[in-house]
C-alpha cells in the first residue's frame, strides 16, 4: 500500500457539488481547453468525440451523491466536430498546477465497447526541445478502454526517448484489474528520479523520470470515445469519486480535505498524509489525536485499531456532518490502549447521531492479517454513552444515539407543544430557535424496536439535532414541532430525513414515520401529508404569504408580462447583484437557489418568465461583499424531463450585473438539476 506520510494535500474534488464553467473562472475546473477551442461551445475533442460545455445544448456532467458523471451521446447538436459524439472534460489549466507529488483519481470507468477513460498531465509551458526530438510531455496516469475493460495503460509522453527501445516498454506501464467493475483508484507518484504508478493503493510499475518532466503539470480528466463505439448502444457513462493531489515538498500549502462521500460507502483516505483540516500528529500508544473545535457540547470518542499493513482511518460525523477531516488511529486494540479524540461543538438540545466510517479496511485471510478499527466508550458532555462500543471489521458506517443530558435551558418553551390527542406519552420534541418565521410539523411514528428518528432542513440547513417521534400513528396521534427561524420572503424547502428504519416482514414489524401536516406563519401548507416507509428524505415547499413589504421594489420583465414578475429585492447593503432569470416550465416551475461565495441568500426561489419568449425575471440582490473577486453560484433544484424538449423543465440566467457592470460570462443554460458558477469583480476597489 502507498504510504504518503510526510505528504500534504494540496488540491481535492469530493464532487458533492458542482464547479464546472467554460474557462474555470470562478469554478474548479474549465470544461473547453483555450487553445483546442472549435466552436462557441466546444473543445475539439480526440479519438471520435467533441467535448462541449452545457451552454451547446447538452451537458455531459452530473454531480451526484458524491460523484462526477460525464457521459457521451452521439452528435446531438451543432456545437462540436460534425458527427463526432459529445462528450465532457475537465481540467485546472491556469488554475492549479504542480511540480512533482503523488496524483489520484478513483472511478468507475465505462465498460462500454468504444469508451476511452482517461486521468492525465499537461505542461503549463512545455519543455525546449532544441534538437526536434520526436514526442511531447504528458503523463498518463491511466488510460481505460472499454473494449479491454480489466486492463489500464499507464503512460509517460517525453522528447527524451531511449534509443533503440520500444516506448511501450521503456515509457508504459500496463497493468490489469482483479475485478474490472466498480471504483477502483488510480494514482502516480511523479519525483525527480523516478514516476511510480498505482491501482488500489498497490504498486503496479514505474519508470525513470525523463529529463524533460521538470516543470508544473495541470490535471485533466475526460471521456473520449473511440471510432467503435457504436451509436446504437446508448450513452457511455465514467463516474468519478475524487481528484486528489499531493505533494511533499515542505513549501506546499495543504488544503481541507472536503466531506468525504464515497458513493459505495468505500474511501482510501489521505494514505498518511495531511490536509489542511486534519488534526495533529500524534505518538505511537493511546495519546490523544487532538481537541478540535469549539463550542459548549463535547463529544470524547476513544479508538483503537487493528494495524496491519498501515493504520486504520477514518472520519466522524454529527448528524450526518463530518466533524474535521480523516483521522489515523495509533493505539493497539490488542493491547488495551486507545487513542482519546475529543470534539466540540454546538449541537443543541436533544438527541444526536454520531457516526464513524471507516475508510480503509485490509484483509489477507487471518486474524493476524487484518485491519480493523474500534470504538471503545465514548461521552457526550461527560456523560457514558450508551451502546458506544462498535467493532468495524470491514470499510462503512456505523452510528449511535447520544443525548443532551440537559436539553433546554428552564426558560425554554416546552409546554407549547402539545400532541393533538393530549397524550402524555406522545410529547413534543421541543419549540426551537429564534426569529419572525414560524414552522409548525406534525409527527407521528408507527414504533417497532424502539421510536422513529428524524432530522429537518430547511433550505439545505439542519434545523436543531435528531428528534424522536412518540406519537401513534394508529391512536390518530401527532407530536407538534414547532421551529422559529427568519427565512426571508420567497418559497422555501422543508426536507425531513427519516433516519432509523426497521422492518422485519409484517405491518406489525414495521418502524415508519409520518408527516400529518404542517403549517407555515399560521397557513396550511399544501401537500404536507408524507408517509416514510423506508429511511431517507421527503420535501415539500412552503411560502411567504406576504413574501416583500410595501416598499419592497419589484421588478418587470423585458416583455412586460405580469407573468413573469420578479422573486423579490432582497437583502441590504452597497453591493447590487442583479440576475435575469427565465425557464422552460414544464409540470411546474423551476426552482432555484442563490449563493454569493458559497453563503446561499435568500430562500428558494420560482421562475415565473418564459424563455422561449424572450422573457425574464428580474431578481436583484443587495449585500456587503466587499472589494475584490466573488463567486456567484445558482442551483437549479427540480430538474423534470419526460423525453422531448417540450417536456423538460429547464432554467436560464440569461445575465446579470453586479454594481451595475455587466458580468461577463453571464448566460447560463441548466438542462438538469445542478450548481454553477461565474466570477463577479468589484470595479470599485478601496
Same mark, same amino acid.
Given at each position: 500500500?502507498?504510504? &504518503?506520510?510526510?505528504?500534504?494535500?494540496?488540491?481535492s474534488?469530493?464532487?458533492? +457539488?458542482?464547479?464546472?464553467?467554460?474557462?474555470?473562472?470562478?469554478t474548479?475546473?474549465?470544461?473547453?481547453?483555450?487553445?483546442?477551442?472549435?466552436?462557441a461551445? =466546444?473543445?475539439? %475533442?480526440?479519438?471520435k468525440?467533441s467535448?462541449?460545455d452545457?451552454a451547446?445544448?447538452?451537458?455531459?456532467?452530473k454531480v451526484?451523491?458524491?460523484a462526477?458523471?460525464?457521459?457521451?451521446v452521439?452528435?446531438r447538436t451543432?456545437s462540436?466536430?460534425?458527427? =463526432?459524439?459529445?462528450s465532457?472534460l475537465?481540467t485546472?489549466?491556469?488554475?492549479?498546477s504542480?511540480t512533482?507529488?503523488y496524483?489520484?483519481i478513483r472511478?468507475?470507468?465505462s465498460d462500454?465497447k468504444?469508451?476511452?477513460?482517461a486521468f492525465w #498531465?499537461?505542461?503549463?509551458?512545455?519543455?525546449?526541445?532544441p534538437?526536434?526530438?520526436p514526442?511531447w510531455q504528458?503523463?498518463?496516469?491511466?488510460e481505460?478502454?472499454?473494449?479491454?475493460d480489466?486492463g489500464?495503460?499507464?503512460t509517460?509522453?517525453?522528447?527524451?526517448?531511449? /534509443?533503440?527501445?520500444?516506448?511501450?516498454?521503456?515509457?508504459?506501464?500496463?497493468?490489469e484489474l482483479g475485478?474490472a467493475? *466498480?471504483y477502483?483508484?488510480?494514482?502516480?507518484?511523479?519525483q525527480k528520479d523516478?514516476?511510480?504508478f498505482y491501482?488500489?493503493?498497490?504498486?503496479?510499475?514505474a519508470q525513470?523520470?525523463?529529463?524533460d518532466?521538470t516543470?508544473?503539470m495541470?490535471l #485533466?480528466?475526460?471521456l473520449?470515445?473511440q471510432?467503435d463505439a457504436?451509436?446504437? @448502444?446508448?450513452?457511455i457513462t465514467m463516474?468519478?469519486d475524487y481528484?486528489?493531489?499531493y505533494?511533499?515538498?515542505?513549501?506546499a500549502?495543504?488544503?481541507n480535505l472536503?466531506?468525504?462521500s $464515497?458513493?459505495?460507502?468505500?474511501? /482510501?483516505g489521505l494514505?498518511g498524509?495531511t490536509?489542511?483540516?486534519s488534526?495533529?500528529?500524534?505518538?505511537?500508544? =493511546?495519546?490523544s489525536p487532538a481537541?478540535?473545535?469549539?463550542?459548549?457540547?463535547?463529544?470524547?470518542?476513544?479508538?483503537?485499531?487493528d494495524?496491519?499493513? *498501515?493504520d486504520?482511518q477514518?472520519?466522524?460525523?454529527?448528524d450526518g456532518?463530518?466533524?474535521?477531516g480523516?483521522?489515523?488511529a495509533h493505539?493497539?486494540h490488542?493491547?488495551n490502549?486507545?487513542d482519546t479524540l475529543?470534539?466540540?461543538?454546538?449541537?443543541?438540545?436533544?438527541d444526536h447521531r454520531?457516526?464513524?466510517?471507516f475508510l480503509?479496511?485490509?484483509?489477507?485471510?487471518?486474524?493476524?492479517?487484518?485491519r480493523n478499527?474500534?470504538l471503545d466508550?465514548a461521552?457526550?458532555?461527560g456523560t457514558d454513552?450508551?451502546? =458506544?462500543?462498535l467493532?468495524?471489521l470491514?470499510?462503512?458506517?456505523q452510528s449511535?444515539t447520544?443525548r443532551?443530558?440537559a436539553p433546554?435551558?428552564a426558560t425554554? $418553551?416546552t409546554?407549547?407543544t402539545?400532541?393533538a390527542?393530549g397524550?402524555?406519552g406522545?410529547s413534543?420534541p421541543?419549540?426551537?430557535?429564534?426569529? $419572525?418565521?414560524?414552522?409548525v #410539523?406534525?409527527?407521528s411514528?408507527?414504533a417497532?424496536k *424502539?421510536?422513529a428518528?428524524y432530522i429537518v432542513s430547511?433550505?439545505?440547513?439542519?434545523v436543531?439535532?435528531?428528534y424522536t417521534?412518540h406519537?401513534?400513528?394508529?391512536?390518530?396521534q401527532s407530536?407538534?414541532?414547532?421551529l422559529?427561524?427568519?427565512?426571508a420572503? %420567497?418559497?422555501h424547502?422543508?426536507s425531513l430525513t427519516f433516519?432509523?428504519d426497521a422492518?422485519?416482514g409484517?405491518?406489525?414489524?414495521?418502524r415508519?414515520?409520518?408527516l400529518d401536516?404542517a403549517t407555515y406563519?399560521g397557513?396550511?401548507?399544501?401537500g404536507?401529508?408524507?408517509?416514510?416507509?423506508s429511511a431517507g428524505?421527503?420535501?415539500?415547499t412552503v411560502?411567504d404569504?406576504?413574501?416583500? /413589504?410595501?416598499t419592497?421594489?419589484?421588478?418587470?420583465p423585458?416583455?412586460?408580462s405580469a407573468g413573469a414578475?420578479s422573486?423579490a429585492s432582497?437583502?441590504?447593503?452597497?453591493d447590487?447583484?442583479v440576475?435575469k432569470?427565465?425557464?422552460?416550465?414544464?409540470?411546474?416551475?423551476?426552482?432555484y437557489?442563490?449563493s454569493v461565495? @458559497?453563503k446561499q441568500?435568500?430562500g428558494?426561489?420560482?421562475a415565473?418568465?418564459?424563455?422561449?419568449a424572450n422573457q425574464?425575471d428580474?431578481?436583484?440582490?443587495?449585500g456587503?461583499?466587499? $472589494?475584490g473577486?466573488?463567486r456567484?453560484?445558482?442551483?437549479?433544484l427540480n430538474?423534470?424531463?419526460?423525453?422531448?424538449p417540450?417536456?423538460?423543465?429547464n432554467?436560464y440566467?440569461?445575465?446579470?450585473t453586479?454594481n451595475?457592470?455587466?458580468? +461577463?460570462?453571464?448566460?447560463?443554460?441548466f438542462?438538469?438539476a445542478g450548481?454553477?458558477? &461565474? +466570477?463577479?469583480h468589484d470595479?470599485l476597489?478601496a
Amino acid at each position: 500500500m502507498i504510504d &504518503l506520510t510526510g505528504y500534504k494535500l494540496t488540491f481535492s474534488d469530493e464532487f458533492n +457539488a458542482r464547479s464546472i464553467s467554460q474557462t474555470g473562472a470562478g469554478t474548479t475546473w474549465a470544461d473547453i481547453r483555450s487553445e483546442w477551442r472549435y466552436d462557441a461551445h =466546444s473543445d475539439i %475533442g480526440f479519438g471520435k468525440s467533441s467535448f462541449v460545455d452545457p451552454a451547446s445544448g447538452y451537458d455531459p456532467f452530473k454531480v451526484a451523491g458524491g460523484a462526477l458523471a460525464i457521459t457521451a451521446v452521439p452528435d446531438r447538436t451543432p456545437s462540436g466536430y460534425p458527427g =463526432s459524439w459529445e462528450s465532457g472534460l475537465i481540467t485546472t489549466q491556469g488554475h492549479f498546477s504542480q511540480t512533482y507529488g503523488y496524483f489520484e483519481i478513483r472511478a468507475d470507468f465505462s465498460d462500454a465497447k468504444g469508451g476511452w477513460d482517461a486521468f492525465w #498531465l499537461l505542461p503549463d509551458k512545455p519543455a525546449p526541445n532544441p534538437n526536434q526530438r520526436p514526442g511531447w510531455q504528458e503523463l498518463d496516469v491511466v488510460e481505460h478502454y472499454g473494449v479491454n475493460d480489466k486492463g489500464v495503460y499507464s503512460t509517460i509522453h517525453t522528447t527524451d526517448q531511449t /534509443p533503440n527501445i520500444p516506448w511501450q516498454v521503456n515509457r508504459q506501464v500496463y497493468s490489469e484489474l482483479g475485478q474490472a467493475g *466498480g471504483y477502483h483508484t488510480y494514482g502516480m507518484d511523479w519525483q525527480k528520479d523516478k514516476i511510480s504508478f498505482y491501482v488500489d493503493g498497490q504498486f503496479v510499475g514505474a519508470q525513470a523520470t525523463p529529463s524533460d518532466m521538470t516543470g508544473p503539470m495541470y490535471l #485533466l480528466a475526460d471521456l473520449a470515445t473511440q471510432d467503435d463505439a457504436d451509436p446504437a @448502444g446508448g450513452p457511455i457513462t465514467m463516474k468519478i469519486d475524487y481528484i486528489r493531489a499531493y505533494s511533499k515538498d515542505p513549501h506546499a500549502v495543504a488544503v481541507n480535505l472536503d466531506t468525504v462521500s $464515497p458513493p459505495d460507502g468505500k474511501d /482510501p483516505g489521505l494514505y498518511g498524509a495531511t490536509s489542511a483540516n486534519s488534526p495533529a500528529p500524534v505518538p505511537a500508544g =493511546s495519546s490523544s489525536p487532538a481537541s478540535l473545535g469549539t463550542g459548549p457540547d463535547t463529544l470524547v470518542l476513544k479508538i483503537s485499531q487493528d494495524a496491519y499493513k *498501515g493504520d486504520a482511518q477514518y472520519t466522524v460525523s454529527v448528524d450526518g456532518k463530518q466533524v474535521g477531516g480523516t483521522y489515523t488511529a495509533h493505539a493497539a486494540h490488542g493491547a488495551n490502549q486507545f487513542d482519546t479524540l475529543t470534539l466540540h461543538g454546538d449541537w443543541a438540545p436533544g438527541d444526536h447521531r454520531v457516526s464513524l466510517t471507516f475508510l480503509n479496511d485490509a484483509y489477507d485471510g487471518t486474524p493476524a492479517t487484518d485491519r480493523n478499527l474500534y470504538l471503545d466508550g465514548a461521552t457526550y458532555n461527560g456523560t457514558d454513552v450508551a451502546g =458506544s462500543k462498535l467493532t468495524f471489521l470491514s470499510a462503512g458506517a456505523q452510528s449511535l444515539t447520544v443525548r443532551d443530558v440537559a436539553p433546554a435551558p428552564a426558560t425554554s $418553551p416546552t409546554t407549547t407543544t402539545t400532541p393533538a390527542t393530549g397524550s402524555a406519552g406522545s410529547s413534543s420534541p421541543a419549540s426551537l430557535g429564534t426569529g $419572525p418565521d414560524t414552522l409548525v #410539523l406534525k409527527i407521528s411514528q408507527d414504533a417497532y424496536k *424502539g421510536d422513529a428518528q428524524y432530522i429537518v432542513s430547511v433550505d439545505g440547513k439542519q434545523v436543531g439535532g435528531t428528534y424522536t417521534a412518540h406519537a401513534a400513528h394508529g391512536a390518530n396521534q401527532s407530536d407538534t414541532l414547532t421551529l422559529h427561524g427568519d427565512w426571508a420572503p %420567497g418559497d422555501h424547502r422543508v426536507s425531513l430525513t427519516f433516519l432509523n428504519d426497521a422492518y422485519d416482514g409484517t405491518p406489525a414489524t414495521d418502524r415508519n414515520l409520518y408527516l400529518d401536516g404542517a403549517t407555515y406563519n399560521g397557513t396550511d401548507v399544501a401537500g404536507s401529508k408524507l408517509t416514510f416507509l423506508s429511511a431517507g428524505a421527503q420535501s415539500l415547499t412552503v411560502r411567504d404569504v406576504a413574501p416583500a /413589504p410595501a416598499t419592497s421594489p419589484t421588478t418587470t420583465p423585458a416583455t412586460g408580462s405580469a407573468g413573469a414578475s420578479s422573486p423579490a429585492s432582497l437583502g441590504t447593503g452597497p453591493d447590487t447583484l442583479v440576475l435575469k432569470i427565465s425557464q422552460d416550465a414544464y409540470k411546474g416551475d423551476a426552482q432555484y437557489t442563490v449563493s454569493v461565495d @458559497g453563503k446561499q441568500v435568500g430562500g428558494t426561489y420560482t421562475a415565473h418568465a418564459a424563455h422561449g419568449a424572450n422573457q425574464f425575471d428580474t431578481l436583484t440582490l443587495h449585500g456587503d461583499w466587499a $472589494p475584490g473577486d466573488h463567486r456567484v453560484s445558482l442551483t437549479f433544484l427540480n430538474d423534470a424531463y419526460d423525453g422531448t424538449p417540450a417536456t423538460d423543465r429547464n432554467l436560464y440566467l440569461d445575465g446579470a450585473t453586479y454594481n451595475g457592470a455587466e458580468v +461577463a460570462g453571464s448566460h447560463l443554460t441548466f438542462l438538469s438539476a445542478g450548481t454553477q458558477s &461565474l +466570477a463577479v469583480h468589484d470595479w470599485l476597489l478601496a
